[in-house]
């Protein structure tokens, strides 16, 4: 099985850490493919799904829909600076797939200071042993500062408390997608 691409990478990090009946997030739902991968895992658990676009929301319902796994989700049209206030308790994933909802204006792109803000919540409210994924698209529009403050507030970590990985594809042209991935660190190492 080849790698692939970072958002495949990500689902394989979060299917590391995620069991049947946890609870978790998809900050930014756009069409629903991340949402439906984490409805698939999550058998016996629950999904929070947020886009800050209406169209995103409509998107990723009727994927949900057509594949008979909405009862699992909970759509939230919702900026995803304001996870902390949907995310009571701590969750096993949360993941981030950055950049514009593709088949829309690319003014719908996430901005560089709104990410950063929202993964600095975001490894917050991961249980010890859970999981952040963020796929950054450095060469998006404004996507290279994008991934530039994803690196920094991630890279900056506690590494008695986390860990942080960055993958990136370093033989692919035109600056493709790069997953960085944080482990919350559970029992003695945390
Ligand atoms: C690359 S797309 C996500 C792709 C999606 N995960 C999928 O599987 O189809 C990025 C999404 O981020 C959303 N977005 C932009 N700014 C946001 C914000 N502040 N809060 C939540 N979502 C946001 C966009 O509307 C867009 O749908």
């Known amino acids: 099985m080849s790698f692939r691409n970072a958002v495949n990478l990500s689902h394989l990090c979060v299917k590391m850490r995620v069991k049947p009946d946890d609870t978790v997030v998809d900050a930014t739902c756009g069409n629903g493919h991340d949402t439906l991968f984490l409805a698939q895992i999550v058998t016996r658990g629950r999904v929070l799904a947020f886009d800050i676009s209406p169209l995103a929301i409509a998107n990723t319902a009727a994927r949900l829909k057509e594949h008979g796994v909405s009862h699992r989700v909970e759509l939230c049209q919702e900026d995803f600076r304001n996870l902390r206030a949907y995310v009571r308790s701590p969750v096993a994933a949360i993941m981030f797939n950055l950049g ?11 901005k560089a200071e ?20 963020v796929v950054c698209y450095p060469g998006h529009q404004g996507g290279a ?46």
Do not use: C, M
């Not at 514009?100 to 996430?110: K, W």
């Not at 690196?151 to 997953?179: I, M, R, Y």
């Open 114 to 133: 709104h990410s950063r803000e929202a993964v600095e919540t975001a490894v917050n409210l991961v249980r010890p042993g859970g999981v952040v994924t």
């Open 100 to 110: 514009y909802l593709p088949g829309a204006s690319r003014e719908t792109a996430t």
């Open 145 to 190: 500062e994008e991934t530039h403050e994803i690196l920094a507030v991630t890279g900056g970590l506690s590494q008695k408390e986390f860990e942080v990985l960055k993958v990136d594809f370093l033989n692919q042209a035109h600056n493709p997608p790069l997953l960085v991935a944080v482990y919350r660190l559970e029992g003695d190492r945390a």
